[in-house]
């Protein structure tokens, strides 16, 4: 079976390679030729643990290969995986317009029946929409169905969460999509992986759902670290404690500087957005886009608190992507810190192992470096913003070397706070006592 991936990002690129590796034929197309042509010699437009051996791999078995044009690939493809962004709009909501572009050319080039898979996060009803949208465009009366397969991996683990996932979710009013798309994740269902069968509309609502739910326990943390940090209390025995509770879980309870990255952020505010296009006001979802967005500010107030003022002092920002052993910088808390501090007069020096590059594009003004100790000299503070495993065994009597002043604040609580301090540090974190 030939399959169609369209969109060459995190979930595009991924879906298509492992795809691939379970044996199928897939063709990866984009509109951006730089990354067509990037991957048609041999290069990865992102950084993903293993996706560059499993790409070469499949592409030399012939199963695998890149092109920009979407007309000739759809004629050869039973099945066409949708996986092209779907950013937020100013006002909160979901921009489809990408989607929309896609099956417009669907619609314009099809000749047969085709299975049309929505893999990117789409508000509930999309699907509908699209069938609609592509009923009308259509010249002949070609059958088509749409499934929509919500999917969860997470960046830094791409490969793995796509070869291993906890479920898989399929959903459509189709019988017959339905068994074609089963039988697509059929390796996956071999080593036992459930696959959940429902509704379009319910399969679009379980990956709201599902991110929302986690960007609320972060959130939910990130407060009790808060009150820790008032009352003098301990968040991370707080966290275990609560983590041994089978209810609950110990996962996603790390606090922060605030959740980032290209999903959480838009997803969380796209259910509030089509919850009140329905009459509905979900207002969890409001209160976590209200918490998540303090959080980042509160790391600015902290460092002002810490330095007396951030006008004149130089701060060194360890990690700027928005999770490790990512390059993605979108709605990075650290961006948003070095912005928030450069207007408040602060110079900014950074070191990220993977993401300079990508906050290069989005962030003008940051001194970058090409190591953490270097990325130190004559700061005054010195802020672990991502906890990348190099910024675990930090040495710091090299660090007091290249400091002006010995101030550090580890927003991820990597640290053992007294022994810093005994080094002779200023130390603060979140939501832990520091004496
Ligand atoms: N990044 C993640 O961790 C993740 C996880 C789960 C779900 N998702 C969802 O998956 C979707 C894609 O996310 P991403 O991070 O992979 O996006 P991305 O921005 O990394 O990649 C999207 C790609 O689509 C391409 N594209 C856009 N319009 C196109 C068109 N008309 N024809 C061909 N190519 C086109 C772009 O050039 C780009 O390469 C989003 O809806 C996102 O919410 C993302």
Redesign the pocket.
Known sequence: MNICV????????VAGTCLSDFGMHVIC????KS?IDMLNNGEVP?YEMGLKELIARNVKLERLSFTTD?KTTIDRSLCIFI????PENEDGTANLQ?IF??CD?IADSMNDYKVIVI????PVGTAKTLRERIKARLKKDIHFDIVSN??????GS?VNDFLRPDRVVIGSNSDKALAIVRDIYRPLYLLETPIVSTSNETAELI?YASNTMLALKISFINEMANLCDKVGGDVYQVATAMGMDKRIGSKFLHPGPGYG???FP??VSALAKVSESYGYDFKISKAILEVNALQKENVVKKSEAMLGTLKGKTICLLGLAFKPNTD?VREAPALYAAKRMMEEGATINAYDPIAMEEAKKDIEGINYFNDAYSACTNADLVIIMTEWNEFRDLHFDRLKEEMRELNVYDTRNIYNAKSIRESGFNYICTGRPVE
């Open positions: 369209v969109g060459t990002g995190y979930v595009g690129l197309v984009d509109k951006d990354k992102i979407l996986g092209v962004g779907t990408y572009d896609v050319e893999k990117s996060t789409v919500p999917e969860f991996l997470r960046e791409a990956k990255g290209s999903c838009k997803d993605d």
